[in-house]
């Protein structure tokens, strides 16, 4: 039996499943519809989140199987690991609040994110000699873990946010949820993009001349982009002819430059058809017409909990075990490589949103904006740190 | 400062500043902009209305120093820019990271340009050793003390001083509030009982009801802050050098080399080196990942070592008396431990260098005898007894490179070693010159009779080794253990009173505070007030 094959098989049903679960928590909306309906999309919608969860762990013990180690050892792994853990969250806070309209923000970010991790590399690598440790069994899943929860409070916040900023004239705040919007349909783009021409088998070749090297780069997408000093070796693919600045390093810096610039040209265009769709109205003002009423009060707590409960739990595996594997691995427990200061940058943040929350009362949509900046770190450590700052812990080299 | 305390109409002396009385919780008059409860109706609770020194005293120059760093505005302010800024030196690579043999003043500029300059020249990057990022950490530190000892004081005494009678406006000001109850004995009762089933402590007073749990979950603060200053303060311990150690050394296998930073005491000996790699064809799984790396993939880097000590003082130049402390393999995540030391496999010079190299000498294909160039001893001369002649090594050169001046070593490491030999010819007793290269024998004369082979060569590694020993862990792990424990005492638990408070023919009014969670503390009230008279209670606080 081919556990790796049976994984990917899994994982790709648990997506299917995840998005009929969606479909169903839309149902559960709307203030005209009666409750009985509404309790009965929620049960449904539930059941199928549920059976996706238990296909998703499926899918993740077959790969652990196949491997022989817990998959958190690279960014494919890593991030579907962290989809898995914010589902479970998610299932465990509607066992306790019972906010269907959590879980219409909650399952489609989990979907984006583990679309997102799904295209990165998914071979099953082998452990090299640093990451042969049983910490990185306790280091990796509790920050993975931490983080999901953490995640949850971005959740709560988003929802608070979409039904309680004042969406009847524009103003900051209506812009900085359209952000946040667009932010999730580029990577929506970029999931289309690169599935789009994956399935073509769209490869286009650089030769880069760097330091007097020489270094094939290969596109996967059209270059929009082409590395800097560098020469298109496969003919009839497409190019703009506009170099990557030199100040960008790396080999690979084109390459990303271009993902990135077509992801944010992908998403400006699924931004601007669902605005047309909508016929002009802005999509937060959309969403909060949808989602209706909802307890601020109860979305608030769930948005602290998690914090109150994540925070703790990161500075156990981000920072201590971090620290005692670091003592163990290299004999220094800090070092400040990149990462390792921006997990302090993270626990910071959190810190700063504990004592504005705790003791100067920000509560409601301050909070729900620092939640939303908290969410934007954790991103920006788990992606820019690995992709384009690399350092001891960089997945990506 | 001039104790200018204040009596309550209840009776209890108040310090010079308190805004709620400490016994009663009769807001004091005059004193209720401190914590701007003339603006609203529910009463600030956060410190129990106690007097806090930095919202009392605010004329001398420490008045303020401590007013100012008791703010949890600027601690908060504190915290952000060290965030900021903490980010911002990740923008480049740290000095220490840079990988590259320019010094830092050119290597900025040239990797980075225009910012790369900027980023130099304003020290980001050395940033989390420099002085202003120190001060800063510094000052965070300062706010922690400052501002928990002026809020822990004052809040400790309030709680200690709290009476269970406290004053009708105190009651009803209450983010949670059920006025004017008309309630019988039995519900009261009915109330008390519920309250000591859900873990209360209930106080009687006169007809009036306390009740309170978790009051330990309010020193949680504290106890966390206790914790970070002890990190704080295992940091500065560790600045100084004697409290850590830091070195390195490379060992060659087979070699026993004194380990540095151990005053002599120490040595290691690496009995061998093991270097493994991923084999695609053993292991299917990874044949995937394998396929697309070009190099391999390493699996165990290991030495094999012995630690020995000294068992007694040794003179310079003489050789010491070793006696065998622990033997054990070295990986990477598995230091070995001695006396306090550690030493962690760091790096490897994977058959960097020659250990051995063997030679035959040939006349009309008859061998005349072999030898064994040893590199370590590096012997003038060998003397082959099969056939009773010399071969002498005219030139050693243990790193070869050829320069202006002809070939000459680079090193005394046999990494490249260069040989030339002389042999006398037995049959014209001629002197013949040979030279050895890369593994290869060159004849210099091409009148050469006779031919010299290379028969095997034995290449060694050699592992680097860091050495640690740090005095300051128990100091940082005693601290990251008391933060913890402060973090979940504060979050998890929360201190939750009622006061039932009567007012007199049978009407109560019923005040509730919890220092967190109001959500759980709504819920648990439908509890205490199950199956009471008790009406529904208002949140005077909720979220528009």
């Not at chain 2, 601690?75 to 990740?90: C, K, N, P, R, Y």
């Amino acid at each position: 039996m081919d556990f790796y094959v049976l994984s990917s098989t899994f994982l790709y049903i648990t997506f299917f499943v995840y998005l009929i679960a969606t479909a169903f928590f839309g149902m559960t909306l709307g203030n005209n519809r009666d409750e009985n309906k509404k309790s009965k999309a929620t049960k449904l919608a539930m059941t199928f989140t549920i059976i996706g969860f238990v296909s998703h762990l499926t899918a993740y013990i077959f790969r652990w199987i196949e491997a022989g180690h817990i998959p958190v050892s690279n960014m494919f792994e890593y991030i579907t690991f962290f989809g898995l853990m914010l589902v479970l969250c998610f299932i465990v806070i509607h066992f306790v609040y019972g906010i269907p309209a959590l879980g219409l923000v909650a399952l489609p970010i989990a979907i984006v994110i583990i679309g997102y991790g799904s295209m990165f590399p998914q071979e099953v690598s082998p452990l090299v000699p640093s990451l042969q440790s049983h910490w990185l069994y306790i280091h990796v899943t509790l920050v993975g873990l931490a983080q999901a929860i953490l995640a949850i409070s971005f959740i709560a916040g988003l929802l608070f946010l979409i039904v309680k900023v004042d969406q009847t004239v524009k103003n900051k705040e209506t812009t900085f949820l359209e952000i946040i919007i667009y932010a999730v349909l580029s990577t929506i783009g970029f999931i289309i993009l690169s599935t789009g021409f994956g399935a073509m088998d769209y490869e286009a070749t650089f030769i880069k001349e760097s330091d007097g090297y020489q270094y094939e780069v290969e596109y996967e997408m059209p270059a929009l982009f082409q590395p800097n000093n560098s020469e298109l070796m496969t003919e009839d693919h497409f190019n703009s002819g506009i170099e990557t600045p030199a100040w960008m390093q790396g080999i690979d810096a084109g390459k990303k430059l271009n993902s990135l610039t077509l992801s944010l040209l992908a998403g400006l265009l699924l931004y601007g058809l669902v605005r047309l769709v909508l016929k002009g109205k802005r999509v937060g003002s959309y969403l909060q017409h949808k989602f209706g009423k909802i307890n601020p009060d109860v979305v608030d707590d769930v948005m602290y909990r998690s914090i109150a409960i994540g925070f703790p739990l990161f500075t156990l595996g981000g920072l201590i075990f971090a620290a005692i594997w670091a003592q163990e691995a290299w004999g220094r427990f800090w070092g400040w490589d990149p990462k390792e200061v921006w997990a302090l940058i993270t626990w910071l943040f959190y810190a700063v949103f504990l004592h504005l929350r705790l003791t100067r009362g920000w509560h409601g949509k301050k909070s729900a904006w620092l939640a939303v900046i908290g969410f934007v770190i954790i991103m920006f450590n788990l992606i820019v740190i690995n992709l384009v700052i690399a350092g001891l812990h960089s997945y990506a080299s | 400062m001039s104790d200018q305390s204040i009596r309550c109409e209840c009776g209890h002396l108040n310090k010079e500043g308190t805004i709620l009385c400490e016994a009663c919780g009769k807001p004091i008059e005059g004193n209720q902009h401190i914590d701007g409860n003339d603006e609203k109706h529910v009463l600030e609770m956060r410190y129990e209305g106690s007097a806090r020194r930095s919202q009392t005293y605010k004329r001398t120059f420490i008045d303020k120093t401590w007013a100012f760093f008791s703010s949890v505005k600027v601690g908060v302010w504190l915290i952000a820019i060290t965030l900021v800024l903490s980010a911002l030196g990740t923008v480049y690579p740290q000095e220490q990271f840079k990988n590259s043999p320019l010094p830092s003043s050119q290597f900025y500029a040239e990797e980075y340009g225009l910012t790369g300059q900027i980023f130099y020249q304003l020290g980001f990057h050395n940033m989390y050793s420099s002085w202003w990022y120190i001060t800063l950490v510094a000052l965070i530190g300062v706010s922690i003390i400052i501002a928990s000892i002026d809020r822990y004081v004052p809040l400790r005494r309030a709680l200690n001083n709290q009476k269970t009678k406290r004053h009708e406006v105190f009651v009803k000001r209450q983010r949670l509030v059920s006025k004017d109850n008309e309630l019988n004995e039995d519900d009261v009762n009915k109330l008390k009982e519920n309250l000591k089933s859900k873990r209360y402590k209930v106080y009687e007073d006169d007809g009036h009801v306390m009740a309170e749990k978790n009051r330990f979950s309010r020193w949680g603060a504290y106890v966390n802050h206790i914790g970070l200053i002890i990190i704080l303060l295992a940091a500065i311990f560790r600045m100084f050098e004697v409290m850590h150690v830091d070195d390195y050394v490379w060992v060659r296998e087979g070699e026993t080399r004194v380990i540095p930073s151990t005053n002599q005491e120490y040595y290691v000996e690496n009995t061998g080196f093991v270097y493994e790699e991923y084999d695609p064809e053993t292991q299917e799984q990874f044949s995937r990942a394998l396929e697309d790396v070009e190099d391999p993939v390493p699996k165990n880097f290991q030495t094999n070592a012995v630690i020995y000590r000294t068992t007694e003082e040794t003179l310079p130049g003489q050789e010491p008396e070793l006696e065998e402390v622990t033997r054990g393999e070295i990986r990477l995540n598995q230091p070995i431990t001695f006396d306090g030391y550690a030493l962690y496999q760091a790096g490897t010079q994977l058959e960097a260098e020659y250990d051995s190299m063997s030679f035959d000498v040939q006349l009309n294909d008859e061998v005349l005898g072999e030898f064994t160039f040893y590199s370590d001893e590096a012997p003038p001369e060998f003397h082959l007894e099969e056939s009773d002649i010399m071969v002498s090594v005219d030139d050693w050169y243990p790193e070869l490179e050829f320069t202006e001046n002809g070939p000459s070593s680079f090193s005394k490491f046999p990494r490249n070693p260069g040989l030339i030999f002389s042999v006398e010819n037995p049959d014209t007793g001629d002197s013949e010159r040979f030279f050895y290269l890369q593994e290869d024998i060159i004849p210099l004369s091409e009148d050469n009779e006779l031919v010299m082979n290379v028969t095997g060569v034995d290449r060694r590694s050699a592992s680097g080794l860091t050495v640690k020993k740090d005095n300051t862990l128990p100091l940082f792990g005693l601290g990251a253990g008391i933060f913890m424990i402060g973090v979940v005492q504060g979050l998890y638990w929360y201190h939750r009173r009622v006061w039932i408070h009567p007012k007199g023919e049978g009407i109560y009014h019923i005040g509730v505070h919890t220092n967190k969670n109001w959500y759980g503390m709504k819920q648990e009230l439908e509890k205490i007030t199950e199956d009471t008279n008790v009406q529904e209670f208002e949140d005077q606080q909720e979220l528009k």
